[in-house]
């Protein structure tokens, strides 16, 4: 009898330990680059919410990428988010330069209402279970008072 075996249907390596097949399941630790927020939001939500997806994507191996592309486009949209706010607003280096308190300020806020519209196309998402940010902001979008900058 084979110590191990593939299964083609699974993907998977198996041992013969015994009487069982145990699955060798091995994690790739290749990709070390930190979890941001959104992504452990986004890993709350597929645990809650998707468990067939989460699973499938640990038994792939796939759900730091997963997780960290979902974190990176998170990111680029808020920063994207508040770079438009604050030029909608007048939020500029030449304000930072006058009165440096007040641009402090400005940028808080400017911050937190781009947090708070993240926070309310993520929620969307869960709602409309898009798969990608993208698809959650087309859904926002469909309503009709309501609009991205």
Not at 10 to 26: A, M, N, P
Not at 42 to 65: A, D, F, T, V
Not at 86 to 102: C, D, T
Not at 116 to 138: F, H, M, Q, R
Request: with cysteine; glycine share 6%.
């Amino acid at each position: 009898m084979e110590k191990y075996f593939f299964d083609q249907c699974s993907g998977l390596w198996y041992e013969h330990q015994g009487d069982y097949y145990i699955s060798r399941l091995v994690l790739d630790e290749t990709d070390t680059s930190p979890v941001g927020m959104w992504g452990r939001k986004h890993q709350q939500y597929l645990k809650e919410h998707r468990p067939m997806l989460y699973s499938n994507l640990i038994l792939s191996g796939r759900l730091h990428s997963h997780l960290t592309d979902i974190d990176t486009q998170a990111r680029s949209k808020l920063h994207l988010l508040v770079t438009q706010l604050a030029e909608k607003e007048g939020i500029n280096e030449q304000r930072k330069a006058q009165i440096q308190m007040a641009w402090v300020g400005a940028m808080n806020d400017i911050c937190n209402r781009a947090k708070n519209i993240k926070k309310v196309i993520a929620d969307l998402k869960k709602v409309y279970a898009a798969v990608t940010l993208d698809e959650a902001e087309e859904n926002l979008r469909q309503f009709g008072d309501i609009q991205l900058i």
